[in-house]
């Protein structure tokens, strides 16, 4: 597949007067590094810029050694009015949460993801489905724009190529290339990895066996690939962090009897609102597993073929039955 040509992305950044950079809900090394790696250079060359999220109301512990996180506001203080906005791994508007409404108020909108489900919702889209990472297209779009990667900046970017790619365990052509030349300016690798992926409190361990004890399999869901799924419980998480949440389905999908897993999480602030991680992998003759962008994107949601998820309202029955028919 052809790169996808970063040229729009340079000329809009090129004459930004101002910016905004908004990550997604719930957010990730990938989307928060990728913003803050931008965000350096923006404020390298003297251009006025603030980095954002709607939820939840603090950065997650394992992201807080990323540098320059000084330029992270909080969605309140985020302007209502600014020269450029930025998107980063963001798939459509509803992933920005309650900072959806700041997109008006932007005299230009720049995407920048790695989507394949992707809505385009950007005046300007830069969309590479073929990278594994947004923080991958960033880097592509800072060798365009001619702004070297020093070490803070490769530190960001490698947060989130390192998650992305799941310790490179998926990684495609060209992000190993890409990890050796940020691994050159002298950062950590290790490190970053350790506190990124596994550094975890001892409250992770009960609360694992809760929600595991949760499991339960579907041999005959998809059309025979089968799926396996937890429920995670307001109650099961009020001693953990959000990262502690989001690493299960990485547990959940390791079962070797399905190719779907699913994890559905229950929102800590709203009744009945949960939040849907999805996974799936290829069949163990080779053949393509199940697309499950597909199934999260009828559901609301959008991502990866092999990795997406939406949210959604309901009990989780309801929410079970609905993935059920979606997967056929």
């Known amino acids: 597949m052809t790169p996808v040509d970063v040229t729009p992305a340079v000329e809009v950044l090129d004459s930004a007067k101002s910016v905004t950079i908004l990550c997604h809900v719930q957010p990730d090394a990938d989307t928060v590094g990728s913003g803050l790696a931008l965000a350096q250079v923006l404020r390298r060359r003297g251009v006025p810029v603030v980095v954002a999220f709607a939820e939840p109301a603090e950065l997650p512990v394992s992201m807080r050694s990323l540098p320059a996180t000084d330029l992270l506001v909080s969605a309140d203080r985020v302007p209502r009015t600014v020269d450029v906005l930025v998107t980063v791994d963001c798939g459509s508007v509803g ?10 108020g932007a005299a230009t909108t720049l995407v920048i993801d790695h989507h394949r489900s992707n809505t385009r919702f950007g005046a300007v889209n830069v969309v590479d489905e073929a990278a594994d990472s947004t923080a991958g297209v960033i880097a592509r779009i800072l060798d365009g724009w001619g702004e070297p990667i020093d070490r803070d900046i490769a530190h960001c970017l490698y947060a989130g190529l390192v ?34 992926m596994d550094t975890h409190p001892f409250a992770w361990l009960p609360m694992l066996s809760t929600v595991l004890s949760s499991a339960q399999l579907i041999p005959d869901a998809a059309a025979g690939a089968g799926l396996v799924y937890a429920v995670v419980r307001r109650a099961d998480t009020e001693s953990v962090r959000t990262e502690e949440v989001e690493s299960i389905i990485d547990l959940i999908r390791t079962t070797a009897e399905a190719q779907v897993a699913a994890v559905f999480k229950e929102s800590r602030t709203e009744q009945d609102h949960w939040t849907v991680s999805l996974r799936s992998h290829d ?40 993935l059920l028919r979606e997967l056929g």
């Open 163 to 196: 998650t992305d790619t799941g310790s490179f365990k998926w990684a495609r052509p060209g992000s190993h290339a890409l990890a050796e030349r940020l691994l050159a300016t002298g950062i950590d690798g290790a490190t970053i990895t350790r506190t990124l």
């Open 95 to 104: 992933r920005l949460g309650g900072l959806r409404n700041r997109l008006p």
């Open 283 to 322: 069949a163990a003759d080779g053949s393509p597993g199940v697309d499950v962008a597909r199934v999260a994107t009828a559901l609301g949601g959008g991502g990866h073929r092999y990795a997406a998820g939406y949210s959604t309202d309901g009990s989780a029955p309801e929410l079970l039955a609905n």
